[in-house]
């Protein structure tokens, strides 16, 4: 099955400044990747999402790259605010196939003031 | 608004008792919901697929007698856990797919169970 990796597990940046998250997957049929906000105690949150036929989406100060040949995808947060704290997670699945989510171990993000 | 809801947010029960789960999709008809659990500070872990009408479908090393999902309609999927341990404390979160169909499978996440079993 598809086993996600992601790093780094905990990550400070000061606010104002860019933070970046990454991810490997290991199934090469997959074809959708999500990334979440999860913060505590909360449902989580997609905050923006890629196709396998497309290499780049940015939405405002979220960004996410894809490398299909080597099977990992970055989420990258500028101009990084308190409120971007919380935890993130990126997941791979394959649509049209059986739609099931794996997720990464998760990021702990803070934004330092 | 919530497009998935769950019911209870939260239960306390004492070791050896059942607690159910109640997972709603409110504005659309869901034959396939999924059922994951979330242990403190860990990631989301795909429990099982529940399918209308049908059985199941459950992760390895998921029990499935002693988690039971019951999907009796479009609207509505229920996990209960069977003689509940300590062990299986944990955030139970549910989801169902934005649409049916080819690359529009964004999954819309339910508030969550907090389950604290004694």
């Known amino acids: 099955g598809e086993n996600v990796e992601q790093h780094p597990s905990t990550l400070s940046v000061q606010e104002g400044d860019s933070a970046v998250i990454k991810c490997t997957y290991s199934d090469s049929a997959s074809n959708y990747f999500p990334w979440y906000k999860q913060e505590l105690g909360k449902r989580p949150q997609l905050i923006i999402d890629?196709?396998?036929?497309?290499g780049e989406k940015k939405d405002q100060r979220i960004a996410v790259t894809l490398n299909k040949t080597a099977k990992h995808f970055s989420l990258h947060i500028t101009e990084t605010q308190p409120e971007d704290s919380a935890v993130y997670f990126c997941?791979?699945?394959?649509?049209?196939?059986?739609?099931?989510?794996?997720f990464g171990t998760g990021t702990r993000l803070t934004i330092i003031p | 608004g919530a497009v998935v809801s769950q019911h209870p947010s939260w239960v306390i029960c004492k070791s050896g008792t059942s607690v159910k789960i109640e997972c709603r999709s409110l504005?659309?008809?869901?034959?396939?919901m999924f059922w994951y659990r979330q242990f403190p500070k860990q990631s989301l872990m795909l429990m099982a697929t529940s399918n209308e009408g049908s059985k199941a479908t459950y992760e390895q090393g998921v029990e499935k007698d002693k988690f039971l999902i019951n999907h009796a309609s479009l609207t509505l999927s229920t996990l209960t856990v069977t003689s509940a341990h300590p062990e299986d404390s944990s955030f139970y979160i549910c989801s169902r797919l934005r649409l049916a169909g080819a690359f529009d499978n964004e999954q819309f996440f339910g508030p969550g169970t907090r389950l604290t079993v004694l």
């Open positions: 890629i196709r396998s036929n497309v």
């Open positions: 504005d659309f008809q869901a034959t396939t």
């Open positions: 997941a791979a699945s394959i649509v049209g196939g059986n739609e099931k989510l794996t």
